[in-house]
Nanobody, 122 residues
């Protein structure tokens, strides 16, 4: 599975962005998908995850109520809608595919996209 993330950019605090991650291959619908982020000088951290069917979603406490993860298996794409953005959301965002538990763990994922930069100005 190859993953291509897009949609990052510069936005003011309080604004919104939608990230997309398109997967190649026919097995997309068999993978759980996750979004992680890494700010400068910090470790990569969990943001959100969605089960293979889309029936279950998981969020980091820091983004709960502001971010929404969704997927369209017909388009091999997972999305991250980010609202009410804060300067502390500034990071490179990575999408990942995998099927090990727990989905909040980096170790649950086998495939990673290249990352897309989100910058939130105050």
């Amino acid at each position: 599975v190859q993953l291509q993330a897009s949609g990052g950019g510069l936005v003011q605090a309080g604004g919104s962005l939608r990230l997309s991650c398109e997967a190649s291959g026919r097995t997309f619908s068999s993978y759980a998908m996750g979004w992680f982020r890494q700010a400068p000088g910090k470790e990569r951290e969990f943001v959100a995850a969605i089960s293979w069917s889309g029936g279950s979603t998981y969020y980091a406490d820091s983004v709960k109520g502001r971010f929404t993860i969704s997927r369209d298996n017909a388009k091999n794409t997972v999305y991250l809608q980010m609202n009410s953005l804060k300067p502390e959301d500034t990071a490179v965002y990575y999408c990942a595919a995998g099927n090990r538990w727990p989905f909040r763990s980096i170790n649950a994922y086998d495939y990673w996209g290249q990352g897309t930069l989100v910058t939130v100005s105050s």
